[in-house]
């Protein structure tokens, strides 16, 4: 494995969490994000996420890098998988290790919402009568109406 | 040569993942004029090119060689 990398197979979350596991670390923050079967009363039957794979890996060390400056004694590994995803299948793992508790929480959610900020993976969802690409949701028509 | 890669829904509106093209020594700003005159529709605030992979902004300068990515907004997590 890589810290930070771009997978096609089933993510192992262990391997992240022993990856910044360190003496002295006194918290590792794991964050796993799932495929979700409902989104706002519609059913998805399975995802399909794609990635430029190079840059994507090279954002996701980029923001490893961001946290460890950020948060003085923060260790990160981040995977992302791509291709059919199934319900529940993990799409993500973030894993965050420092020598207090807060920190770790911090880190792990400035790293998902960075993640949706500037790492190029994109998610299909597939529905039983349809697909889309996900564009960006804050701007998404449906949530404006809502 | 350049290469132009498409991604998501930029690649269903482009038909193609990819393809080489005859550019040098001009802006991401040229390179956006000639997208939406080849693929009308490509050119929206949301997409933004990378340039050997790194964001880059409309006067940076693309030189043969490079390797260039459309990138519409992105929804990994």
Not at chain 1, 28 to 35: D, E, I, K, Q, S
Not at chain 2, 53 to 76: C, N, T
Request: no cysteine; proline share 5%.
């Amino acid at each position: 494995m890589k810290a930070f990398e771009v997978v096609t197979e089933p993510i192992n979350p262990q391997l992240y969490s022993d990856y910044v596991l360190r003496p002295e670390a006194g918290a590792v923050t794991l964050f796993t994000g799932h495929v979700r079967e409902w989104t706002k009363g519609v059913r998805t039957l399975y995802l399909a996420y794609e990635a430029y794979v190079p840059m994507a890996e090279k954002k996701l060390a980029e923001i490893g890098r961001e946290i460890e400056d950020k948060w003085e004694g923060t260790s990160v590994a981040i995977a992302h998988r791509i291709g059919e995803l199934q319900i529940s299948d993990i799409a993500v793992v973030i894993a965050v290790s420092s020598p207090h508790r807060k920190t770790a929480y911090e880190a792990n959610e400035y790293a998902i919402e960075r993640i949706k900020e500037i790492v190029p993976i994109w998610k299909k969802e597939i529905w039983e009568d349809g697909e889309e690409w996900i564009g960006d949701q804050k701007k998404k028509p449906k949530e404006e109406i809502l | 040569m350049i290469e132009l890669h498409y991604f998501a829904g930029i690649r269903v509106l482009t038909g193609i993942p990819k393809e080489s093209v005859y550019f040098s020594n001009q802006t991401v700003e040229d390179l956006w004029k000639w997208a939406d005159e080849k693929y009308p529709g490509i050119r929206n605030s949301s997409v933004r090119i990378a340039v050997n992979e790194e964001y880059a902004m409309p006067s940076d300068i693309i030189e043969s060689g490079d390797v260039v990515a459309f990138i519409p907004p992105v929804s990994g997590g």
